[in-house]
């Protein structure tokens, strides 16, 4: 029984002695003070769990910093690190995106409608980000075609597009 009361007296004079300097290193790890205390109480519990097999006291500080670190990373990987409470909700109004979206659709379509080379050089060109060359490489057809068939499919999309609509096309 003695040697448990020693046992316990070493420990709690470690704890007096390093718990504010393994505090700090806990409110580093963890980002705010709540969650640094958890961290520390949790790592002192498990260093007082392996108290007697450390051996020395020169043991323990590493032992109990390496607990900290574990723990820390454990509880990041489980925890939800998704909302957090605050006093001022940075509220900023939504842009309106149902005319893009409804842009971009009616594109689409009359993507799809184009002839399958005029569709394909497009898609090659503006959605792949491809140059003429490498369009040309890859349809295995010249550079000329591609620059034509480009032309003609942007006309195409203009004019179905309709004049009046503020629709970006590359000329």
């Given at each position: 029984?003695?040697?448990?009361?020693?046992?316990?007296?070493?420990?709690?004079?470690?704890?007096?002695?390093?718990?504010?300097?393994?505090?700090?290193?806990?409110?580093?790890?963890?980002?705010?003070?709540a969650?640094?205390?958890?961290?520390?109480?949790?790592?002192?519990?498990?260093?007082?769990?392996?108290?007697?097999?450390?051996?020395?006291?020169?043991?323990?500080?590493?032992?109990?910093?390496?607990?900290l670190?574990?723990?820390?990373t454990?509880?990041?990987?489980?925890?939800w690190?998704?909302?957090?409470?605050?006093?001022?909700?940075?509220?900023?109004?939504?842009?309106?995106?149902?005319?893009?979206?409804?842009?971009?659709d009616?594109?689409?379509r009359?993507?799809?409608?184009?002839?399958?080379?005029?569709?394909?050089?497009?898609?090659?060109?503006?959605?792949?980000?491809?140059?003429?060359?490498?369009?040309a490489?890859?349809?295995?057809i010249?550079?000329?075609?591609?620059?034509?068939?480009?032309?003609r499919?942007l006309?195409?999309?203009?004019?179905?597009?309709?004049?009046?609509?503020?629709?970006?096309l590359?000329?």
């Amino acid at each position: 029984m003695a040697g448990r009361d020693q046992s316990e007296e070493e420990f709690r004079e470690f704890v007096a002695a390093r718990s504010a300097a393994l505090l700090r290193t806990a409110y580093l790890l963890a980002g705010d003070w709540a969650t640094a205390e958890d961290l520390l109480q949790t790592a002192l519990t498990k260093t007082y769990l392996a108290w007697r097999r450390l051996g020395g006291i020169e043991a323990v500080e590493p032992y109990a910093r390496r607990v900290l670190v574990n723990t820390s990373t454990s509880w990041w990987r489980r925890r939800w690190h998704g909302e957090r409470p605050t006093d001022v909700l940075p509220e900023r109004a939504g842009a309106d995106e149902i005319e893009r979206q409804l842009d971009r659709d009616l594109l689409w379509r009359h993507l799809r409608a184009l002839p399958t080379r005029q569709r394909a050089v497009l898609v090659l060109r503006f959605y792949e980000d491809m140059s003429e060359a490498q369009t040309a490489a890859l349809l295995g057809i010249s550079t000329g075609t591609v620059k034509s068939q480009t032309s003609r499919a942007l006309a195409t999309l203009r004019q179905r597009m309709g004049a009046g609509r503020a629709l970006e096309l590359p000329p």
